[in-house]
Structures are given as structure tokens and as C-alpha cells.
């Protein structure tokens, strides 16, 4: 077995290749050109350190009410920055594609009201200065991590981006559109796993989770982790996000709707707010077991909150000899 060379003073191609291999620019993102962590500030929240970040709010803005109602629920269980979709892309032409200027609006109230800072969509550059006049944070969604032209023009801008992994996306790839961003200026970058397309489909993507680690290793960006649509299914996104949590996500991103059964876009994966808040609960012993920093709620949970991972109900069915225990 070849031994892994000593780290030199200044970092050798060949020990470069140990620990990023086969990909080669990601000069800037790379931890070959940086080695400490980078943390991104989004309006005063700091993602990258030693606390675990949580985003939640709806996947679109429908109303005033829908967001401002999911808003507080989601402040109130712990989470420290809202999301919600104003320009959404959508794979049918004719489902709701977003409120546009008016849910932009809706969300830099959601802010004022609740103090938490907002990322939301911008799926075009042409959006770009309606999004940054009303959000902290520019997300850069799965569809659009390959559209170069918008990442060059987030690039120039000095404002954090959310990038997210393509779901057709190898990890060079992904860390090579970081890059495009970053050499137009703004490192102000976040990765984000969202799910990846596999032959599986019982789940909407396959949550490639290795890509925490993997990815902490190669670059000094914050990393984040998307269980709902990395699941489409809202009974796995708790699972999945205490289990991205344990692989050293440095945050979470979460869809939390009032009323997911009248959502109008990702209502089946979507937490109703007692769902998020006993999670986020859930959550904390695993955070705290690996020394990260969790947040706390404004509300205690109470002792009647159902657990999340409920004992199986006694069947009457008769067990069948291969699973009785031995005597
Ligand atoms: C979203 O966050 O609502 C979204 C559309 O995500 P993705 O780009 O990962 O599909
Ligand atoms: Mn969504």
C-alpha cells in the first residue's frame, strides 16, 4: 500500500491528489488553497462554526399568512434563518411557479416581523436585483448549477450564495460551479446536498450523505444538508436530517408548512410546525455528542410531544418462527 505523503510546508501536487483527487481547479475552494474553515455571514447568523444552522419555512410563499404563521413556528422550534420559494421552478408549466415580486415582499416582512434573515431563489440573472433587494441570501438551485452565466453574475456580487448540488451533479462538479462563483470575487459560498437521481425510486432523490464528508475534507466551505427533497417524503426528513447532522453537516435545510395537505408546491415532504419542533428536539443529543452547537426554541417542548420514533404497535398477527427469539 503507497503511504500517505507528510504534509509539506507548502502543499506539493502530489499531496494535493491525495486529498482532492482528480480534481484540479478548485484553487480557491479547495482546502489545498485554504486550509480553515470558511463561515459565511447571512444577515448576522454565522454558518460554518461550531453551531448547526438551521433553515426552514415553506418551499413557496403563497400568502401572508401561510408565511408569516410558518415563520414564527419555525423561530419559535430553533431555527435561525427562513426559507421560502418566490420564484419557483417547476417541472410542469402548469403548476404554481411563485408570486414573484409580491412573495419577495412577503418574505422582507417575514424578516422585520420575525428578525430572521431570508434566502430565497433566484432562478435567472434577471431576477438578481429584485432577489437581492429583499433577501440575505441568494439560492442557486439544483437546476440552475450548471447555468454558468448566473453563477458569473452571483460572482460579482457581494452577497452569500446558497449554492445547491445539481441532482445529476458528481461532487467535481459541484465544487467547480463553487468555484466559477468564487472566482468572480464572492467566496461567500454554502453547499447544499440536496439528493441525487439513482435508479431508486421509492425516495424523490437518493440523500447522498457521504457528500458531508467527503466535501468537508476537499473544501473549507460550509455544508448543509436538504432531507426533504433529498427524501420527498416528510416522515424520512427527520431521520435523515439527525442522521446529516451526525455525518458533520454544518446545517440543515427544511420545509415546514402550516397546512402541508393545502400546500401548493412540496407538501409531501413538508413538516407540519409540532413535526419540526419535536425534530429539531430530536436533534440536539446528536449535536451535542459530536460538540457541535445546537439552537435552542423559545418553547420547551412538552413531555406530551410525541416521540418520533414510536414503538411498533402489538400485532395479533403470529410471528413467525424465523423471528421468535431463541428460548
Ligand atoms: C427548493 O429548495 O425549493 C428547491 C426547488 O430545491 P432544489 O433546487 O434542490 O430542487
Ligand atoms: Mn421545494
Redesign the pocket.
Given at each position: 500500500m503507497r503511504e500517505r505523503p507528510a504534509r509539506p510546508e507548502r502543499a506539493t501536487r502530489a499531496w494535493r491528489n491525495m486529498i482532492t483527487p482528480g480534481i484540479s481547479d478548485t484553487r480557491l475552494v479547495g482546502r489545498e488553497g485554504k486550509a480553515e474553515n470558511t463561515v459565511v455571514d447571512v444577515g448576522g447568523v454565522l454558518v460554518g462554526g461550531q453551531e448547526i444552522v438551521v433553515t426552514a419555512g415553506p418551499?413557496?410563499v403563497e400568502s401572508e399568512e401561510q408565511l408569516l404563521a410558518t415563520a414564527f413556528a419555525v423561530k419559535q422550534a430553533g431555527a435561525r434563518i427562513l426559507?421560502g420559494?418566490a420564484f419557483?421552478?417547476r417541472t410542469s408549466p402548469y403548476s404554481f411557479h411563485g408570486l414573484h415580486e409580491e412573495g419577495l415582499k412577503l418574505l422582507a416582512q417575514a424578516r422585520r416581523a420575525t428578525g430572521l434573515p431570508v434566502v430565497t431563489?433566484a432562478m435567472d440573472t434577471r431576477y438578481l436585483d429584485a432577489v437581492c433587494a429583499h433577501a440575505d441570501m441568494i439560492?442557486i438551485?439544483?437546476?440552475?448549477m450548471q447555468n454558468y452565466t448566473l453563477l458569473e453574475e452571483v460572482g460579482k456580487l457581494r452577497v452569500p450564495v446558497l449554492l445547491?448540488?445539481g441532482?445529476s451533479a458528481t461532487i467535481e462538479e459541484f465544487l467547480l460551479a463553487a468555484e466559477y462563483i468564487a472566482s468572480g470575487g464572492n467566496g461567500q459560498i454554502i453547499l447544499?446536498e440536496?439528493?441525487i437521481r439513482t435508479f431508486e425510486t421509492s425516495t424523490r432523490n437518493t440523500l447522498d450523505l457521504s457528500a458531508v464528508p467527503l466535501l468537508k475534507r476537499w473544501t473549507h466551505l460550509p455544508v448543509i444538508v436538504?432531507p426533504?427533497?433529498g427524501t420527498g417524503l416528510w416522515w424520512l426528513v427527520p431521520h435523515m436530517a439527525r442522521a446529516a447532522v451526525a455525518a458533520g453537516a454544518d446545517g440543515l435545510?427544511v420545509?415546514v408548512h402550516v397546512n402541508p395537505q393545502e400546500a401548493l408546491?412540496?407538501g409531501e415532504q413538508s413538516l407540519r410546525p409540532e413535526t419540526f419542533e419535536r425534530m429539531m428536539n430530536d436533534i440536539r443529543p446528536v449535536a451535542h455528542a459530536i460538540g457541535r452547537r445546537w439552537p435552542l426554541g423559545t418553547r420547551i417542548a412538552s413531555k406530551d410531544d410525541l416521540p418520533l420514533h414510536p414503538q411498533p404497535q402489538a400485532s395479533n398477527r403470529a410471528t413467525p418462527d424465523l423471528f421468535r427469539p431463541a428460548k
Amino acid at each position: 500500500m503507497r503511504e500517505r505523503p507528510a504534509r509539506p510546508e507548502r502543499a506539493t501536487r502530489a499531496w494535493r491528489n491525495m486529498i482532492t483527487p482528480g480534481i484540479s481547479d478548485t484553487r480557491l475552494v479547495g482546502r489545498e488553497g485554504k486550509a480553515e474553515n470558511t463561515v459565511v455571514d447571512v444577515g448576522g447568523v454565522l454558518v460554518g462554526g461550531q453551531e448547526i444552522v438551521v433553515t426552514a419555512g415553506p418551499c413557496s410563499v403563497e400568502s401572508e399568512e401561510q408565511l408569516l404563521a410558518t415563520a414564527f413556528a419555525v423561530k419559535q422550534a430553533g431555527a435561525r434563518i427562513l426559507r421560502g420559494g418566490a420564484f419557483k421552478p417547476r417541472t410542469s408549466p402548469y403548476s404554481f411557479h411563485g408570486l414573484h415580486e409580491e412573495g419577495l415582499k412577503l418574505l422582507a416582512q417575514a424578516r422585520r416581523a420575525t428578525g430572521l434573515p431570508v434566502v430565497t431563489e433566484a432562478m435567472d440573472t434577471r431576477y438578481l436585483d429584485a432577489v437581492c433587494a429583499h433577501a440575505d441570501m441568494i439560492q442557486i438551485g439544483s437546476r440552475n448549477m450548471q447555468n454558468y452565466t448566473l453563477l458569473e453574475e452571483v460572482g460579482k456580487l457581494r452577497v452569500p450564495v446558497l449554492l445547491k448540488r445539481g441532482f445529476s451533479a458528481t461532487i467535481e462538479e459541484f465544487l467547480l460551479a463553487a468555484e466559477y462563483i468564487a472566482s468572480g470575487g464572492n467566496g461567500q459560498i454554502i453547499l447544499c446536498e440536496r439528493g441525487i437521481r439513482t435508479f431508486e425510486t421509492s425516495t424523490r432523490n437518493t440523500l447522498d450523505l457521504s457528500a458531508v464528508p467527503l466535501l468537508k475534507r476537499w473544501t473549507h466551505l460550509p455544508v448543509i444538508v436538504d432531507p426533504s427533497h433529498g427524501t420527498g417524503l416528510w416522515w424520512l426528513v427527520p431521520h435523515m436530517a439527525r442522521a446529516a447532522v451526525a455525518a458533520g453537516a454544518d446545517g440543515l435545510l427544511v420545509e415546514v408548512h402550516v397546512n402541508p395537505q393545502e400546500a401548493l408546491s412540496d407538501g409531501e415532504q413538508s413538516l407540519r410546525p409540532e413535526t419540526f419542533e419535536r425534530m429539531m428536539n430530536d436533534i440536539r443529543p446528536v449535536a451535542h455528542a459530536i460538540g457541535r452547537r445546537w439552537p435552542l426554541g423559545t418553547r420547551i417542548a412538552s413531555k406530551d410531544d410525541l416521540p418520533l420514533h414510536p414503538q411498533p404497535q402489538a400485532s395479533n398477527r403470529a410471528t413467525p418462527d424465523l423471528f421468535r427469539p431463541a428460548k
